[in-house]
Nanobody, 119 residues
Framework: QVQLVESGGGLVQAGGSLRLSCVAS????????MGWFRQAPGKEREFVAS???????AYADSVKGRFTISRENARNTIYLQVVSLKPEDTAVYYC?????????????WGQGTLVTVSS
C-alpha cells in the first residue's frame, strides 16, 4: 500500500543542478523519516541524505554543501536539490521511507530516478 514515486532525474552537464521529488502515499508522512539513497553502476546502494519526522537532517560526506533535502508535509513530498553536480554523482536515486518514526528501519522504497552527469 505504501508507494513512493520519484521524479526529476535526467541528463545534466557537470556543474549543473537538478531537483528531485518524491511523493509518498499510503503512510503517515508526518511521523515518517524520509531519505534519499543512490546506486551507481557496479556499486552498492549508498546513503545520500535523510530528513527525520522531528526535523533533523543528515548528509553523506560526499554531498555535503551541494545537496539539500527538504520536506513538505502538506504534500507528502520530499525533495533533493542537487547543485554542482559531478560525473561521480551519476546514479539511480531512490526515495526511502522509515515509517512509525523509524521504528522498523527503512521499509519503503521508490523505483528510482536516474541522474546522469556528463563531463
Amino acid at each position: 500500500q505504501v508507494q513512493l514515486v520519484e521524479s526529476g532525474g535526467g541528463l545534466v552537464q557537470a556543474g549543473g543542478s537538478l531537483r528531485l521529488s518524491c511523493v509518498a502515499s499510503g503512510l503517515t508522512f508526518s511521523n515518517a523519516n524520509m531519505g534519499w539513497f543512490r546506486q551507481a553502476p557496479g556499486k552498492e546502494r549508498e546513503f545520500v541524505a535523510s530528513f527525520t519526522w522531528s526535523g533533523m537532517t543528515a548528509y553523506a560526506d560526499s554531498v555535503k554543501g551541494r545537496f539539500t533535502i527538504s520536506r513538505e508535509n502538506a504534500r507528502n513530498t520530499i525533495y533533493l536539490q542537487v547543485v554542482s553536480l559531478k560525473p561521480e554523482d551519476t546514479a539511480v536515486y531512490y526515495c526511502a521511507g522509515a515509517t512509525s518514526g523509524g521504528l522498523f528501519g527503512w521499509n519503503a522504497w521508490g523505483q528510482g530516478t536516474l541522474v546522469t552527469v556528463s563531463s
